[in-house]
């Protein structure tokens, strides 16, 4: 009896998870889920016409029970051997109490939905954002934020005051506690044998950045760019090639790690402010 194919799971299947896909679904399988049943078929027909086979899944991510029924019938397909977790709203698309239901309960669900499907070799990778140098949360909320079961995670009364607040601050939280979680969950990953990380991406143009230039952000967005040292806006495929890194034998030794791809607008920004920082 053959062997059955590796599963690629793609959660989220817009401009970095589609172009995710094409770079890695090369010999797997795809499994791609999204919310959105008009974003999967459009997605998933591109993918077709381009040779590859895909099933696809329609997941809220904030459900539990929808984002493990999704790793079940992926580990039932064959091996999940690469996960990508892209899905997630923009200050712009939702208020803050939906940002925090997908972007960090969404996460904590994905990890521990695929944690139980995960074997030697996997590895998990999820999309945070450099908005989480934004938040700078309290020790007692980072560690919550870590370690906290996934339904106790908006308990907190320090996230209850957000909710009721600004978007962009929910996003940027959410965004640290991502690789929070990551961090913790790095140990139980490693025991089965499998790797776990994210990638940070700055100003990448896709359709939600887009839609983010045309709101209240977007004058930020516009300054972000042009205080970029290399001057422009990343690509989804530039993503990709990150994601594409760490899931591949050449990133065997990292996990619980996050790759920052910004055009060095982190590191532009900080040596700015560094050098008006030096005496005369």
């Known amino acids: 009896m053959p062997n059955p194919r590796n599963i690629?799971?793609?959660?989220?299947?817009?401009?970095?998870?589609l172009a995710t896909a094409r770079r890695l679904a090369g010999g797997r399988t795809v499994f791609l889920a999204d919310a959105s049943e008009k974003n999967l078929l459009s997605s998933a027909k591109s993918l077709r016409d381009d040779g590859h086979e895909v099933q696809t899944h329609v997941v809220d991510v904030a459900s539990f029970e929808s984002v493990q029924k999704f790793a079940s019938a992926a580990a039932a397909a064959g091996n999940v051997d690469t996960v990508v977790h892209t899905a997630g709203l923009s200050p712009a698309m939702a208020p803050a109490a939906r940002i925090f239901e997908v972007d960090l309960v969404g996460?904590?669900?994905?990890i521990d939905a695929f944690y139980e499907v995960v074997s030697p070799g996997s590895t998990l990778t999820c999309i945070a954002s450099i908005a989480r140098f934004?938040?700078?949360?309290?020790p007692a909320l980072a560690a919550h934020l870590a370690t906290a079961p996934r339904g106790q995670?908006?308990?907190k009364p320090e996230l209850l005051d957000v909710t009721t607040s600004d978007p962009a601050a929910a996003y940027s939280v959410s965004k640290a506690?991502?690789?929070?979680?990551?961090?913790?969950?790095?140990?139980?990953?490693?025991a089965k044998g499998a790797r776990?990380?994210?990638?940070?991406p700055g100003v990448i143009l896709t359709a939600m950045v887009r839609q983010e230039l045309e709101g209240p952000s977007g004058p930020?967005?516009?300054?972000?760019?042009?205080?970029?040292?290399?001057q422009r806006g990343g690509s989804a495929d530039e993503i990709a090639s990150a994601v594409a890194f760490l899931a591949g034998p050449d990133?065997?030794?990292i996990t619980g790690s996050d790759l920052v791809v910004d055009g060095g607008c982190i590191a532009g920004n900080s040596g700015d402010l560094m050098a008006k920082g030096k005496p005369e």
């Open 8 to 17: 690629l799971a793609i959660i989220g299947s817009g401009g970095m998870g």
């Open 107 to 110: 996460t904590a669900n994905v």
């Open 134 to 138: 934004g938040a700078s949360p309290s």
């Open 153 to 155: 995670l908006l308990s």
């Open 177 to 190: 506690a991502n690789l929070l979680r990551i961090q913790a969950a790095a140990r139980r990953y490693a």
């Open 196 to 200: 776990i990380n994210s990638v940070s």
């Open 220 to 230: 930020t967005i516009k300054g972000m760019i042009a205080g970029t040292p290399m």
């Open 251 to 253: 990133a065997s030794y």
